[in-house]
Structures are given as structure tokens and as C-alpha cells.
């Protein structure tokens, strides 16, 4: 067997630990899927077979592999404005409705991987107040968490290259919220940043410290959990939703019989949720 290579009972035992630890659920033919995010791990960590890493990986002494592991199991591409409806719909629907409130409005990116989601839900809601210029006066937190402790420190950052940019950021919005910074990198604007703040989070725990929120992205994170634990999650959530305030899914995700506290608002395009 080739040492990029797992056999059976290997990789069963990885979809168990995987699970186990962030809820992600591997099917039974994944096993390119492993080797592709893993095999980098056997040079760092001078490990000389897929099969050691994975057993090693397996014991709770070893935090940093376990970590590692995570972080490139669980790191996902992601583009500024993603599909775009839930920003125009931020701007059009939801900001109106919420901007009555005399308390701040508060919003959490559940996946923020390298920073693109909050930053753009920060960006739409300047763009909403300088239209709006009285709206939000008490401010507006957004929180941004990832179970990636590596993803989040880039969040932090805020720093990206020209790709990065390139999907799904307009000129016009580089121009406006981001300047020139070191090797041909860009900076994500002060008067963005200072919006919004990060943390790690394993959607599995509790969200009790969290806090209370008016508006909830937690996008294209449930299609890769099991039924039980997306009902886990989409309940925590609701806990930590304010009443009659919102949650957006991805577009191929669904509350349909895994949560009844939600009425489902169907928009041209899109579809939003709004707690009851």
C-alpha cells in the first residue's frame, strides 16, 4: 500500500474522529478527499505514512496534530458577496426592518473561514447607512466565528491578494474599502475592520456565551452535518436569535423538518428565514 494511501478500517476510524469533533460527515468513498487536505500534514509533522497520521491523530495527547488536522479538514473556499441575494436583501429587507431598533444591531457570520462573509455583510451595511445616514445609531457588532484557529487569524489580518479579490468584489468596492499594502497585497479598510471581530467556535458547543443576535449567516455549513446534529444547531441558533429577527442558510440548505421556529419568507430571489 502506498503510504498517501488508506485502507478501510484507517479511514473509518478518521470518519468517526471527524465526526466526533466537528460534526462533518464524510461518505463512504471520500477517501481523495482526505488524502488531498492530509498529505501536506506528513511533511510537517515528519510522519511517513497517511495511515500513521491518521492513528496518530486518533490520540487525544496529540493537540496539535488534532488541530492541524481539523483546520484542513474543515477550510473551505469561500468569495466576497456570496450569490449576492443575501446582501441585497440585507440592504433592502432586513435593514429597514431592524433599523427601528434603540439597541445595537448585532450579527454573526457562523463560518467566516478567511474573512470574506462578515467583511461583506460589514460593507453592506455601511453602504446601507451612508444611504441611511441616522440608522444604527447605537453601532453594529458583527461577530465572525470559525472552528479554524488558522482561518481566523487571517481574518484578523485582513490582508488579501488580487485573486482573492477577484471573486466576487467589485473594483468599485476595492476601491472603496480596501488600499494598497505590502507584495501586492490589499488591506481591508479600518472603517471595515473596526466592525467587526472574531473568535473560534465549534458549532457542536454551546452558544450560551455568545450572546444574543438580530441576524444569523450560517451558510453553506449544515450540508456537511448529519441530520441529528443539524437540528442541534439550527436549535442553539434559534436560542440565540432575538424573536421576529432572521437566519440565512445557503442556497441548497433547508430548515424543512428539522426546525419549527422559524416562518420561511421567500423573496425575488432568495429565501430568508425570520424567527417567529
Not at 441558533?237 to 422559524?262: K, M, T
Request: net charge positive; glycine share 4%.
Amino acid at each position: 500500500m502506498s503510504d498517501r494511501q488508506l485502507d478501510d478500517k484507517s479511514y473509518n476510524d478518521f470518519r468517526t474522529f471527524l465526526e466526533q469533533q466537528c460534526g462533518i460527515v464524510l461518505g463512504e468513498n471520500k477517501q481523495y478527499l482526505v488524502k488531498s487536505r492530509l498529505a501536506p500534514l506528513m511533511t510537517t509533522f515528519k510522519i511517513d505514512s497517511l495511515a500513521s497520521l491518521v492513528t496518530k491523530t486518533l490520540s487525544p495527547a496529540e493537540r496539535q496534530l488534532r488541530a492541524a488536522v481539523i483546520d484542513a479538514m474543515t477550510t473551505n473556499e469561500t468569495l466576497w458577496f456570496r450569490d449576492d441575494y443575501p446582501f441585497e436583501l440585507l440592504k433592502n429587507k432586513i435593514l429597514p426592518d431592524l433599523a427601528q431598533r434603540k439597541t445595537p444591531l448585532k450579527i454573526w457570520s457562523a463560518a467566516s473561514s478567511s474573512g470574506q462573509e462578515p467583511y461583506s455583510i460589514a460593507m453592506a451595511v455601511q453602504e446601507y447607512q451612508q444611504a441611511n445616514p441616522r440608522a444604527f445609531s447605537m453601532g453594529v457588532q458583527i461577530v465572525g466565528t470559525d472552528i479554524s484557529t488558522t482561518m481566523l487569524e487571517h481574518c484578523k489580518y485582513g490582508h488579501y491578494d488580487s485573486l482573492a479579490l477577484s471573486r466576487g468584489l467589485s473594483d468599485e468596492r476595492k476601491r472603496k474599502f480596501f488600499e494598497p499594502s505590502d507584495n501586492g497585497m490589499w488591506k481591508i479598510k479600518d472603517s471595515v475592520k473596526k466592525m467587526v471581530s472574531f473568535r473560534q467556535l465549534n458549532l457542536l458547543n454551546s452558544y450560551s456565551l455568545m450572546g444574543r443576535f438580530d441576524l444569523v449567516f450560517c451558510r453553506n455549513v449544515l450540508i456537511y452535518f448529519s441530520p441529528e446534529i443539524k437540528t442541534k444547531i439550527l436549535s442553539q441558533i434559534s436560542g440565540v436569535l432575538n424573536n421576529n429577527c432572521y437566519l440565512f442558510l445557503g442556497a441548497s440548505e433547508s430548515l424543512s423538518g428539522l426546525n419549527q421556529d422559524f416562518n420561511m419568507i421567500r423573496c425575488n430571489p432568495g429565501i430568508v428565514y425570520q424567527k417567529k
